[in-house]
Structures are given as C-alpha cells and as structure tokens.
C-alpha cells in the first residue's frame, strides 16, 4: 500500500520537490521500505499524536514553497499531475491551489470522482474538501497556523480549511483530478469522533443558525452513523451509495 503510494510520487514527471515521510515509529517494515529508496526520500520515524501531528511535522522540516500532504493508500492521479500545476505561472496572491479526488477501494464497489469550488457553507453539515485534493502555499501556514490535532483529531484539515476560507486568503480551483483517495482511512474508520470534530468545528466557526440545524440533524447523524456501521458494504449501503453517487 505505502509503495504504490511512494511509487505515483517519485514517478513524476515535474521533480522540482522534496519528500517526506513521518511515520510514527512503526514496526511494519515501512522504515526500511523508505530507506530502500536511499536519498529521494526524507524520513522522520517517531512517536506522534496522529495523522494531522505528523502533518505538522512535515510542513516544519519541508522547505518548499508548496505544500501537499498524500496518505499511505492513497496515489497521484497520474504522473503529470504535478508538471500540469506548477509547469505553469501562479499568481502570487494565490494561497491555496485545490482540484478533485478520485476515491479508492469504496466499499460500496461504487468509486466516483468528487470536486467543486468550494465556499465556507460546505463546511456546515459535512465535509467539505479533501486535502488530498490541496496544495497550500507555506504562507498560508505561516498566517492561520498549523493543524490542531489534539482538539480536532480526525477533522483537524477541515477546521484549517474553515481558518482559510473565514482569513480572506485567496485560493483558485483547477478542475482537474489530484488523487485516488483511499476512502476506508481514519475518518471512514472512526464516525463517532468524526462527527464530534465536526460539532466542535461548528460551534466554534459557525453562527448560532448553523449550531441549531447541526443539532436538529444530530440524532439522525447518530442513527446514520449506526446504520453504516452495521451495514458496512453491504447490499443496502451499495445501492444507497450507486443511487447517490453516481460517477
């Protein structure tokens, strides 16, 4: 899983970028994978408090211009997707480049390819962009901070996104596919702390409006929640999923 991930980067046409992995001290054989590689890739294994921690720590040691942030799992669309951004001129007020996402592996056997222009009020109910489909200038890092993985552990990437948007930077959608997104990861895994990340993000970025609606669909979500967890991939949920996500 983690070398076909390692694979969709270093087999990029554009080359003008640094790599690096955080694992978090792992005993899984990813360690000496890495180092199979010799020096195209950078490697920080130690302990961490999770996936947006190790986030954290690959934004500190990097020292690109660009950031983009690939789980294990997960791949590059293609092996032009980053010679078909940055081959060309960004703009300078630009501090956030972001396009589609591919998903992987659904286990309703039904993948489809998600994306959109996104605006603040896609953050209300639901998730609102994948940061497989993002590229942040270092910038942008720089003046809303980094990812707060000890208060939002499995939504730590929307709550950032919902800093950007709420700063004034300026972003610019390209509809153009990033990733394959391996959908079954931490947030498919732990709904229960997913949707709690997201209540703490709407109460804390949201009016008093969009806290009451997220609290009229609150027992539904939990019921929704139970409901995915029993059914899992099963019949039901595949044609649930085949009616409303149709590629």
């Known amino acids: ?23 978090g001290n792992s005993n899984d054989g990813t360690q000496d994978l890495v180092r199979s590689y010799g020096d195209r890739i950078y490697l920080i ?11 954290n720590k690959g934004f500190s040691k990097s020292k690109g211009t660009w950031l983009y942030f690939l789980n294990a799992g997960d791949t ?25 996402i591919r998903t992987k592996n659904h286990p309703s056997g039904s993948d489809y390819t998600q994306g959109k222009a996104v605006q603040i009020s896609d ?10 489909a993002v590229f942040t200038h270092r910038k942008a890092f720089e003046t809303i901070g980094n990812y707060e993985y000890m208060e939002y552990p499995i939504l730590a990437d929307q709550e950032w996104f919902v800093r950007f948007l709420k700063s004034g930077l300026q972003s610019s959608y390209v509809p153009k596919t990033i990733a394959f997104y391996e959908v079954v990861g931490e947030s498919y895994l732990k709904r229960k702390q997913n949707y709690k ?37 099963g019949g039901i949920y595949k044609i649930y999923r085949r009616l409303f996500f149709k590629d």
Not at 78 to 99: H, P, Q, R
Not at 123 to 132: A, D, E
Not at 210 to 226: A, S
Request: with cysteine.
């Open 1 to 23: 899983m983690l070398d076909e991930t390692i694979q969709s980067v270093l087999q990029q046409s554009f080359t003008n970028y640094e790599y690096w992995i955080i694992d």
């Open 45 to 55: 294994s130690e302990n961490d408090y999770g996936i947006y921690h190790a986030m």
């Open 76 to 100: 590059f669309y293609n092996a032009d997707v980053l010679s078909s951004f940055f081959d060309t001129t960004i703009s300078d007020s630009t501090m956030m480049i972001y396009g589609d």
């Open 123 to 132: 953050f209300y109910y639901q998730v609102g962009l994948c940061h497989q």
């Open 197 to 233: 990340d997201h209540l703490k993000i709407v109460a804390s970025h949201f009016s008093k409006w969009v806290i009451f609606m997220n609290r009229i669909r609150e027992p539904w979500m939990l019921i929704k929640i139970y409901l995915l967890q029993k059914l899992g991939g």
